[in-house]
């Protein structure tokens, strides 16, 4: 018994040194298995870079078929040169300009062609990558390896910074700027971006192509020396603040094809003397050309419905404005300080606004919005049937002694005469409902409520009434002392705002 128990043990020992042997072998097996795998992958990984990597062959072959392309374009364009030199011995290379839409030598603007034309066998895709401008050969590259070649070959790799179409704000921008601060943008500009040019020195003259569709606030304000900007048409609109204070700018020729500008887009170009607006612009917006003090001309489009706060404030020689019969809005101080605006007309097919007198009257008779520089004299009468003055109504009346109001109106503040120096005397000739004056003070509310009093008085006495004192009520250059009763329970704002010499 003890014998076979033995031999039980040791066939269990046998089998058991079996299966361990045939589990290293199996392990052995798929170490093995594993070690082929990686090998087969390394040497896969080896074959493919040869073939794929940066060095390897297909890489190689596309380096090689770009070397052979832009060499026949630069042939092409040489060929090109030698034929139009031929045809014209005046032909100069150097004024050659081509894109994808364009082509133009010496001093026409346009010939018809474009970079296809001078490079035949350029294909669309590099059309739209490749431009010739002033003889030179420029690739926006879209890769490294077209960077690469482009500057081997001796090609221009354009310097602009260009994101999706948005040429960006940056130094690199004025690379393509000719020793005469002349800066043509590319065609591949679809958009020129918040402040991509702002406060640069050097630059004279932008000539800004249809093909970018937008100009955004700030692209060029701030350039002090810029003279000159062609805006080519295809351009659509033109942001805030975006030509503000170039200063030497003198003439803005805009096309057609623009339809909104910006507030203040203009504001402050002190040497500006003539503006050509687009005639589909439908609105001009606060302060665009405010400041401009030198600008003589600018036509108004028929498709205009509005002109806003302050649009030609400060405009000192603007001398000629015709306002369209498509306006329907006109704010009293669009302009503001145009001390020379003598001939203001409206179309009389206008259905809102007329002008009688130098006076521009809403048609329903119900305000008067501003009194042009042609009815400054001493004494100005406003009509019967008006009921408001608007806030700088009066501002242009420099010489103004004596103001007669009508009985109808019913609306009427300081501010209004914010501006006006030597008035004198108000009158209502047929009385009024809602206003009565006494040497100088207007009054309303029963005489509870000072309105306003006239500038030329040196003292200022209100009579014991008076509650209320209302905005700008008080703001005489002559004042030099103020009376105040005790039923005064209100002083509003702006009271005292240009009574330099008040003392007491």
Same mark, same amino acid.
């Given at each position: 018994?003890?014998?076979?128990?033995?031999?039980k043990?040791?066939?269990?020992?046998?089998?058991?040194?079996?299966r361990?042997?045939?589990t290293?072998? $199996?392990?052995?097996?798929?170490?093995?298995?594993?070690v082929t795998?990686?090998?087969?992958?390394?040497?896969? @990984?080896?074959s493919?870079?040869?073939?794929?990597?940066?060095?390897?062959?297909? =890489?190689?072959? $596309?380096?090689?078929?770009?070397?052979?392309?832009f060499?026949? #374009?630069? !042939?092409?364009?040489?060929? #090109?040169?030698?034929?139009?030199?031929?045809?014209?011995?005046?032909?100069n !290379?150097?004024?050659?300009?081509?894109?994808?839409?364009? &082509?133009?030598?010496?001093?026409?603007?346009?010939?018809?062609?474009?970079?296809?034309?001078?490079?035949?066998?350029?294909?669309? %895709?590099y059309?739209?990558?490749?431009?010739?401008?002033?003889?030179?050969?420029?690739?926006?590259?879209a890769?490294?390896?077209e960077?690469?070649?482009?500057? !081997?070959?001796?090609?221009?790799?354009?310097? #602009?910074?260009?994101?999706?179409?948005?040429?960006?704000?940056?130094?690199?921008?004025?690379?393509?700027?000719?020793?005469?601060?002349?800066?043509?943008?590319?065609?591949r500009?679809?958009e020129?971006?918040?402040?991509?040019?702002?406060?640069v020195?050097?630059?004279?003259?932008?000539?800004?192509?249809g093909?970018?569709?937008?100009?955004d606030?700030? =692209?060029?304000?701030?350039?002090?020396?810029?003279?000159?900007?062609? *805006?080519?048409d295809?351009?659509?609109?033109?942001?805030?603040n975006?030509?503000?204070?170039?200063?030497?700018?003198?003439? @803005?020729?805009?096309?057609?094809?623009?339809?909104?500008?910006?507030?203040? =887009?203009?504001?402050?170009?002190?040497?500006?003397?003539?503006?050509?607006?687009?005639?589909?612009?439908?609105?001009?917006?606060?302060?665009?050309?405010?400041?401009c003090?030198?600008?003589?001309?600018?036509?108004?489009?028929?498709n205009?419905?509005?002109?806003?706060?302050?649009?030609?404030?400060?405009?000192?020689?603007?001398?000629?404005?015709? *306002?369209p019969?498509?306006?329907?809005?006109?704010?009293?101080?669009?302009?503001?300080?145009?001390?020379?605006l003598?001939n203001?007309?409206?179309?009389?097919?206008n259905?809102?606004?007329? @002008?009688?007198?130098?006076?521009?009257y809403?048609?329903?008779?119900?305000?008067?919005?501003?009194?042009?520089?042609?009815? %400054?004299?001493?004494?100005v009468?406003?009509r019967?049937?008006?009921?408001?003055?608007?806030?700088?109504?009066?501002?242009?009346?420099?010489?103004?002694?004596?103001?007669?109001?009508?009985?109808?109106?019913?609306?009427?503040?300081?501010?209004?005469?914010?501006t006006?120096?030597?008035? !004198?005397?108000?009158?209502?000739?047929?009385g009024?409902?809602t206003?009565?004056?006494?040497?100088?003070?207007?009054?309303?509310?029963?005489?509870?409520?000072?309105?306003?009093v006239?500038?030329?008085?040196t003292?200022?006495?209100?009579?014991?009434?008076?509650?209320?004192?209302?905005?700008?009520a008080?703001?005489?250059?002559?004042?030099i002392?103020?009376?105040?009763?005790?039923?005064?329970?209100?002083?509003?704002?702006?009271?005292?705002?240009?009574?330099?010499k &008040?003392?007491?």
């Open positions: 018994m003890k014998r076979k128990q033995n031999t043990v040791g066939n269990v020992n046998k089998r058991d040194e079996t361990k042997i045939k290293k072998e $199996r392990g052995i097996t798929l170490i093995a298995l594993i795998i990686i090998v087969l992958i390394i040497l896969a @990984v080896v493919i870079n040869a073939i794929f990597g940066a060095d390897g062959l297909v =890489a190689q072959a $596309r380096k090689t078929d770009l070397i052979v392309k060499t026949v #374009y630069i !042939e092409e364009k040489k060929n #090109y040169d030698s034929e139009k030199k031929y045809e014209d011995s005046d032909y !290379e150097e004024s050659l300009n081509a894109g994808r839409t364009t &082509l133009a030598y010496n001093t026409q603007e346009d010939t018809g062609g474009n970079i296809q034309t001078v490079i035949p066998s350029m294909d669309d %895709e059309a739209g990558m490749f431009e010739i401008i002033k003889g030179e050969f420029y690739l926006y590259a890769s490294e390896l960077r690469e070649v482009a500057t !081997e070959l001796g090609i221009q790799v354009s310097p #602009y910074l260009i994101e999706d179409g948005v040429l960006l704000s940056a130094n690199a921008n004025l690379g393509l700027q000719t020793e005469n601060g002349v800066v043509t943008l590319p065609e500009v679809t020129i971006g918040q402040g991509a040019f702002s406060g020195t050097g630059l004279k003259e932008v000539i800004i192509p093909t970018v569709k937008v100009i606030r700030d =692209a060029f304000s701030y350039n002090t020396e810029i003279e000159k900007i062609t *805006i080519e295809g351009v659509l609109s033109i942001g805030e975006a030509f503000r204070h170039c200063a030497s700018l003198k003439e @803005v020729v805009m096309p057609d094809s623009v339809i909104s500008i910006g507030s203040e =887009a203009f504001r402050s170009c002190t040497n500006l003397t003539t503006v050509q607006l687009s005639n589909n612009l439908t609105g001009l917006t606060s302060w665009q050309f405010s400041g003090s030198n600008l003589t001309t600018i036509n108004i489009p028929t205009l419905t509005n002109i806003g706060d302050n649009a030609f404030s400060s405009c000192y020689k603007l001398d000629n404005i015709t *306002i019969a498509s306006c329907t809005s006109i704010t009293a101080s669009a302009f503001l300080s145009c001390n020379n003598y203001l007309t409206i179309d009389k097919a259905q809102y606004y007329e @002008v009688e007198d130098g006076i521009i809403r048609k329903d008779n119900s305000t008067l919005i501003m009194l042009a520089p042609m009815a %400054e004299a001493k004494t009468t406003i019967e049937g008006i009921k408001s003055l608007g806030s700088s109504a009066l501002a242009m009346c420099k010489s103004m002694t004596t103001l007669n109001l009508p009985s109808s109106l019913s609306s009427i503040t300081g501010e209004t005469f914010e006006v120096q030597l008035l !004198e005397t108000i009158n209502f000739p047929n009024n409902n206003y009565t004056v006494e040497d100088g003070y207007l009054y309303s509310n029963g005489g509870k409520t000072l309105v306003y006239v500038p030329t008085k003292t200022i006495n209100i009579k014991e009434t008076v509650e209320t004192i209302g905005n700008n008080i703001n005489g250059p002559k004042v002392e103020v009376i105040i009763p005790d039923n005064v329970t209100t002083i509003n704002g702006s009271i005292f705002k240009n009574t330099t &008040l003392k007491k």
